[in-house]
């Protein structure tokens, strides 16, 4: 392999997209749709309900004095806020460098994905945050029921925005076009698997965080590795074909600093208040 102006080749020829980059994006991508769970949804729903904020994590942020289901439900309304805001971004940045787009493609589907995978999560195990909304509401079979289909369709519907949004990266039946596509949303997904299971690791409420909650929340966009079966992404359309990613220093610098705080400093939780 060599380096040349246009991106990394391969032996055949064909463009490369950097590997390193694609990783420091997945994990800025992953962190921020992470926080915008915690920190901007359910701690502004804790300030706005008169809580108080006790502890927060990279799986939850724990509070006192309210029992709102607001609360519980404003993580997944912030997801939705910002993966539509990124949406949005992405329109109006059709000629951001490829860099810039598949970073905000990565935030789209992080955010709108755990936003529609959680409440089928929730309805099955209950367990987590939609199983906290629909507590005491009856009949509970037909409240379950209801989020696991309003997961289905939302979740799908969040694959066909995406789909559409990544025809810059592929556009095309070519087998050259597919697996380009499969390393932009495969290479991601698996650095945000690893940056969420390292977080939950360092969780105080032990290990098992780590199975029920942190790698559960990455694996929601599992979705985003399954686009090339969406025929959408296959046809260009009115869409400029992205160039490479090439090897971004910025980008990985601002991973490694993201990873530290998410792992070192959120792992184990900011304190507030009183554990309880």
Known sequence: MRQEDSGILDKTGEVMDDTLTLVALGIVAFVAADMAHEALGHGLAILAMGA????LTTCYFRSSGSLSKWIPAAGGIANVVVGLGSLLA???LRTAGPSVRCFLVLLMAFNLLFAAAYPAYSG???????AAVIS???????????????SGISYYISLLLLAVELRPFCGS?????LTRLQRITLIPLIAALAVAGLGGAFN???WTV?????????????????????????????????GAIKRSLGWILAAAAVLIFFAGVLGPGIKFGPNL
């Open 90 to 92: 992405l329109r109006l």
């Open 124 to 130: 099955i195990a209950l367990f987590g945050d939609w």
């Open 52 to 55: 108080k904020p006790v502890m």
């Open 136 to 150: 005491g509401l009856s009949p509970a079979w037909v409240w379950r029921g209801l989020l696991v289909i309003f």
């Open 210 to 242: 780590v199975f029920t909650s942190a790698l559960p929340g990455a694996a929601a966009a599992f979705g985003l590795t399954q686009i090339d079966h969406f025929p959408a992404v296959r046809v260009s359309g009115s869409a400029v074909p992205a």
């Open 204 to 206: 105080p409420v032990g």
């Open 173 to 177: 039946n070519t087998p050259e076009a």
